[in-house]
């Protein structure tokens, strides 16, 4: 059974930073696709960065430069660093996993496993 948990969320002001972890179990992490997504109340999932099993990263243009994905193979967590946050990444995040080994498109569809989240909000 395939399990991802978030976790390392909370409350900054702008320009904080936070890094948020997903630990998982049922799967290698470091032999499929996985994902960090969020949701802000009243709009769609967005991927913001993906992983894939060969190391090949993608970001959001949203995020990109002040967001950092990772994994540790070792602890089979997945890691996304969040530098200068700003209001407008409030949010839930959410980990998520595909069965590939190759990251496929930025649709929530595209990945069969999920966490429960973890609620990131900034403050002006």
């Known amino acids: 059974q395939v399990q991802l948990v978030e976790s390392g969320g909370g409350s900054v002001q702008a320009g904080g930073s936070l890094r948020l972890s997903c630990a998982a179990s049922?799967?290698?992490?470091?032999?499929?696709?996985m994902a960090w997504f969020r949701q802000a109340p009243g709009e769609e999932r967005e991927r913001v960065a993906a992983?894939?099993?060969?190391?090949?990263?993608t970001y959001a243009d949203s995020v990109k430069g002040r967001f950092t994905i990772s994994r540790d193979n070792a602890k089979n967590t997945l890691y996304l660093q969040i530098n200068s946050l700003k209001p407008e990444d409030t949010a839930m995040y959410y980990c998520?996993?595909?069965?590939?080994?190759?990251?496929?498109?930025?649709?929530?569809?595209?990945?069969?496993?999920w966490g429960r989240g973890t609620q990131v909000t900034v403050s002006s």
């Open positions: 998520a996993a595909d069965g590939r080994a190759s990251c496929r498109g930025p649709s929530p569809s595209m990945y069969q496993f």
């Open positions: 049922g799967l290698t992490s470091s032999s499929v696709c």
């Open positions: 992983i894939a099993a060969g190391g090949g990263i």
